[in-house]
Every structure is written in structure tokens, then in C-alpha cells.
């Protein structure tokens, strides 16, 4: 039998000397990638459980066999041929009380007789029937087979273009996780945020969002992959905006110093949407880390400001010396001395009392900051040795006498050339704040 049908949605190849189907699936396998036998063999699959089910006996093992060229199939009936003495044996065990095969004949051979036929019996179908071979009885197919069969196969060949467009984007993207993408806003789920990636959406979760930050339908966004899973409905790509490596990967991408190994991060430390703090060192004696970094009149690091919604960049220069290292990553406050306590890891940095504030930062940020990226406890006192504040474990305590008014200067200093707002380029220790 045969049967003729045009998927909605596809373009004939041809209509001459190959059926429609067969163009249909030439084009999909074409566009997606796909291999003409994988998608005949799923049509194949998918008509013969549809003949099981609608017209199927007992102990039949019904296959299908679809002509690509004509469109036409035939159902059969597949058994195995095995050794008369071993259907006497099952039949035999089926008799008895309790009946099935020890647990050492099972594993050895089980009968079925939907998948296994005597040789006696086969040779009744078959005069050369031998033990082993394949033997295919052509079953009668319904006239209401036909209309059904191609609606199946319609059905096949619409579910292998989601799942090739799935494979396809899971492929796509699975090499990508850890890296930083550019993606489109498309529209908000309730407080998520659904991506356009070109070939694929991807979700950006409230709690990977910065804060503050607004996402308008057409904005384009550099965000990182934190993760690409399969999922029945197709694969699920997990987004950040606040992840770290985002901070680390558009330096990459804006300062070619950086992308090409000049420069290298040596660490970096982030309060998303808020500040970073970004500690760089050169590989090349003969490269200004900060200045590189910073670009002409503050450009390079204006465009990552941009990039990051506004989020304030403070770029340090990295040092093997702790104390130099430490009071660098204080920046923009200018510290008068540091005391360490290698064995315990602990730093007291004193400043002036007109340095306080900066030192601290508005809500203790600054000085968090300057902790987690060093990886040292840092405590702030006063010129006159109070001290003012406590750093441990990334959790800061912050004196009620500190006043977040006067926080407001940090990150809003002149900037280098005076051009480049929010940028401060400071002589005595290279350190650049926006």
C-alpha cells in the first residue's frame, strides 16, 4: 500500500520522480541535520505501533518496512527461529505448578513466542527455514490503515523537526557553558527573564539578574552560561548577569592586551550591579596594566561601566607583596599604614580620618570588597587608632558612627584626563576607581 501526504509548513524538493514524503524528509534531513534512515526508521517505529495497537493479535512482533520512494509499506509479522526442543522445554515449564525457568535457564535463553518461532513451525512457512534465521510473514493491512498511516507519519516527521531543532540547539550551546554570550531581551515570565540567543531562548532567573538593573524587550546583553540542560520540552540554558565572570570576561573582550595574554587578571572580587573590584598585573614589563585597562580619557573601562548598567569598576594593581597588594585593593582610600598577621591572614589598615569613609565604603562595600579579593581579613582604624571596623569571612560589621553621606564621594572623583566619569587614576599606587 502507499499513501501521499505534504507537511504543513514544508517546501516540496520535488514532485516528479519522488514522492512528497520522500522530499519532505530529504529537506528536513537537509536543514537540520539529520540522517534520511533515522527519520524512515522512526516513520518505520511509529506505523508499526500504530498497526499494533489498532489492529495487532497476540504474540504478533509487528514491523514495518516503508519504501522512502514510493511511500509505500508493508507490515510483517518477525520471528526468530530457534530449536524445536526449547519451545518443548518452555512449554513444558509453562505446564507446571508455578510454570517459568530457573533463574540459570533464564539468563541462558527465555522463550517468547511474539518474538521466537519453532523450527518445525517455520518450516511449515519457510521449506529452508534454519535455527537463527529471521523469518517475516507479510501481514493484511486495513484500507483505514492508510489514512491513519500517513497521518502518523506526518506526525513522526513534525516530532523529528522539534527534536533536531533541540539537538541542534543543546549542541550549539553545551560547549558554551562558562562562557560569556551576547543575547536579546524577548520578554519577562514573571520575574524571569526570557533571552532570544539567535538559535535558542535561554532563562535569566531572578536571582542571577543584577539588581536594579532594567530589562527592556530588544535590549542586547552580554550574559554568562551558567548551564545547559536536556529537558523533555528541549534544552534549558540558564543565564547570569551577576555572576562574577562576567566582570572577568568583557575585560577580555574589550581590552585586547587582556584577550591576547599581556595583561592577565590576577583577581577579582564583585557586589553585582553595585561595584568590582579588578586586580590586573602585566606580563609584559614594557605594558601599563592600569592605563591599558583604563583606555584613552577612561574609554575602555567606560565601555564595561556601560556594559555592566552603570556598575562601578575599581582596578587595582596586583602585587605578590600583601601589604602593597592590600592597600592597592582599598583604593580609591589611601591607606597610612598596614600591619599583617601572616600566620592568622589578618590585615589592620590605618587611614586618616578624611579617608575613613572611602576606606569603609557605604555599607562596609569597600572594604568587603578589598577582602574578598585579596582572600585576607581586613580591619580599618582610625588615624587615632580606633578601629572602626571588622572583616571576617566575607561578613562586614559596620560602626553606626560612619556616616553614608559622606560615602557618596567614593566612585564620583575626577576621573583620568577629567573626561572619563567615575574614573580615578591615582600616581601613588596605579589604582584606578570609577
Known amino acids: 500500500m502507499s499513501f501521499l501526504f505534504a507537511p504543513a509548513g514544508l517546501t516540496l524538493l520535488s514532485m516528479t520522480t519522488a514522492s512528497p514524503i520522500k522530499a519532505a524528509v530529504e529537506q528536513i534531513a537537509e536543514e537540520k541535520g539529520l540522517m534520511v534512515a533515522s527519520i524512515v526508521g522512526t516513520i518505520e517505529a511509529a506505523l508499526a505501533a500504530a498497526y499494533r495497537k489498532d489492529f495487532g493479535e497476540k504474540n504478533q512482533n509487528i514491523r514495518v518496512s516503508f519504501d522512502l520512494d514510493t511511500a509505500e509499506t508493508h507490515v510483517f509479522d518477525v520471528k526468530t527461529v530457534i530449536d524445536d526442543a526449547l519451545v518443548e522445554a518452555a512449554e513444558a515449564r509453562a505446564e507446571e505448578e508455578g510454570g517459568g525457568a530457573s533463574p540459570e535457564e533464564e539468563e541462558e ?37 492508510g489514512r491513519m498511516a500517513a497521518q502518523t507519519a506526518k506526525q513522526v516527521i513534525i516530532q523529528k523537526i522539534r527534536e533536531a531543532e533541540h539537538a541542534n540547539v543543546f549542541e550549539a550551546y553545551k560547549d558554551k557553558v562558562h562562557q560569556v554570550i551576547t543575547a536579546t531581551v524577548q520578554r519577562r515570565d514573571g520575574r524571569t ?5 539567535g ?15 532594567r530589562y527592556n524587550v530588544g535590549d542586547r546583553l552580554r550574559v554568562y552560561v551558567l548551564q545547559v540542560s536536556e529537558m523533555p520540552k528541549g534544552p534549558e540554558i540558564l543565564l547570569s548577569r551577576s555572576h562574577p565572570e562576567v566582570v572577568r570576561q568583557v575585560f577580555a573582550m574589550e581590552i585586547p592586551e587582556i584577550a591576547n ?37 577612561g574609554t575602555r573601562v567606560q565601555t564595561i561601566i556601560s ?8 582596578i587595582i594593581e596586583f602585587s605578590d607583596d600583601p601589604i602593597r597588594y592590600i592597600s592597592n585593593a582599598l583604593s580609591p582610600a589611601k591607606v597610612l599604614t598596614l600591619e599583617v598577621d601572616e600566620d592568622e591572614h589578618t590585615a589592620v589598615a590605618t587611614v586618616a580620618e578624611d579617608q575613613l569613609s572611602l576606606a569603609i565604603g557605604k555599607g562596609g562595600q569597600n572594604v568587603r570588597l578589598a577582602a574578598k579579593l585579596t582572600g585576607w581579613r581586613i580591619d580599618i582604624r582610625s588615624e587615632e587608632g580606633e578601629l572602626q571596623e571588622i572583616e571576617e569571612d566575607g561578613e562586614t560589621t559596620v560602626i553606626p558612627a560612619v556616616d553614608d553621606d559622606d560615602e557618596e564621594v567614593v566612585g564620583t572623583t575626577d576621573s583620568v584626563d577629567k573626561e572619563a566619569e567615575g574614573v580615578e587614576e591615582k600616581p601613588a599606587t596605579e589604582e584606578t576607581n570609577a
Not at 125 to 143: C, F, Q, W, Y
Not at 307 to 314: P, R, V, Y
Open 199 to 213: 538559535r535558542g531562548t535561554g532563562i535569566l532567573p531572578f536571582e542571577e539578574q543584577m539588581p536594579r538593573e
Open 261 to 297: 595574554g599581556l595583561i592577565e587578571i590576577k583577581g577579582l572580587s564583585r557586589e553585582a550591579g553595585a561595584r568590582s573590584k579588578v586586580a590586573v598585573a602585566a606580563v609584559d614589563p614594557n605594558v601599563d596594566p592600569i592605563g591599558s585597562c583604563v583606555g584613552q580619557r
Open 307 to 314: 556594559e555592566l548598567a552603570g556598575e562601578k569598576i575599581d
Open 193 to 197: 527573564i526570557i533571552m532570544d540567543l
Open 109 to 145: 535463553f527465555r522463550y517468547n513466542p511474539k518474538l521466537h518461532l519453532g523450527l518445525t513451525a517455520a518450516r511449515e512457512l519457510k521449506d529452508s527455514a534454519e535455527v537463527g534465521e529471521e523469518i517475516r510473514t507479510e501481514l493484511s493491512v486495513p484500507g483505514e490503515y
